[in-house]
């Protein structure tokens, strides 16, 4: 197996099961070295606790890239979810023009929003931002709220397949890479993901779990970067990251006082027996 060398450009929420303090563990478990940038520290995530700190980290990124610039540091994918403010976009994208190998995929999950809502801290400006970093990306992980604010379309609730396949147009037209749509749903009981690659579209419908999840986005993109360098293409790192995911979700069911995020970690193991399964050179 090839061991590869992934960064993670993030926040560390110290509590919350999100972010780095995901993508950390399971990009290690999919068997590559994790390096992160914390692109903020929080004492906790946004989506639901009072008070919380916020350490912005802007100002390091750039000595961080200095720095590694000089020591001919670079990684064969970088990763980029949660971002503290829109200033760190044009950082990021410096990172990603100076320290990725060459032909090495841009991941950008545009973690900004869900249920039709920005999160907290969020605004016009950062969305603006964030549409134009995907221009920069290979692969753009949006959930439908985060599609319909990077496309300017209107966020409803309800829609069917020509909804869906116009969003899907459009983030194309943004990215020009793959693009991964996460909930999307037609059946009462059922979401799933869709995958848009040159031109081919594939689903990927599973389970629709009842309890809110905070963090979830962020498990399924730290499994779908650490399956993809696995090089299991973009619609199996899906279907694995998607699996992972419910797992997880399923996982945490029975707990109310777990709100604050999912219990992935029993479910690593099992990632770790996938990846071999399906990666094995004999
Ligand atoms: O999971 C997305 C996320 C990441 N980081 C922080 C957040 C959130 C969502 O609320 O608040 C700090």
Redesign the pocket.
């Known amino acids: 197996m090839a061991y590869k060398r992934v960064l993670s450009i ?2 560390v ?1 110290c509590v ?1 099961q ?2 780095n303090t ?1 993508a950390l563990p399971i990009i290690s478990a999919c068997g590559h070295e994790c390096a992160i940038i914390p692109s ?1 520290v ?1 004492s ?5 606790f009072e008070g ?1 700190t ?1 350490k912005d980290l802007t100002s390091e990124i750039p000595k961080i890239c200095k720095h590694w610039m000089k020591e001919g540091i670079q990684f064969d994918a970088i990763y980029t ?2 971002l503290g403010n829109v200033k760190q976009i044009r950082h990021v994208a410096k990172i990603m023009e100076n320290c990725l190998v060459p032909g090495g995929p841009k991941i950008v999950d545009p ?1 900004m929003a ?1 249920n039709g809502k920005l ?3 969020f605004d016009e400006e950062y969305v603006e931002g964030m549409k134009w970093l995907c221009t920069q990306a290979d692969i753009i992980l949006p959930n439908i709220t985060e599609a319909c604010l990077l496309t300017g379309t209107e966020y409803q609730e309800d829609y069917d397949q020509d909804f869906i396949n116009e969003l899907l147009g459009q983030l194309d037209e943004l990215c020009g890479g793959c693009v991964i749509l996460k909930g999307v749903s037609f059946k009462e009981g059922y979401t799933g993901v869709m995958i848009y690659e040159a031109g081919f579209c594939s689903y990927y419908e599973h389970e629709l779990l009842p309890n809110s999840s ?5 498990i399924f993109a730290s499994v779908f970067t650490g399956a993809l360098m696995r090089e299991v293409g973009a619609v199996n790192a899906a279907c694995v990251a998607a699996d992972f995911t419910v797992d997880s979700i399923k996982g945490t069911a029975d707990d109310p006082d777990h709100w604050y995020g999912v219990k992935f970690e029993p479910h690593l193991g099992e990632l770790i027996k996938t990846l071999d399964e399906g990666t094995r050179e004999d």
Request: negative net charge.
């Open positions: 993030q926040d929420s919350g999100c972010s995901v903020a929080l906790t995530h946004t989506g639901g919380f916020f979810g949660y973690a869900d999160y907290t801290g905070h963090g979830t986005g962020d």
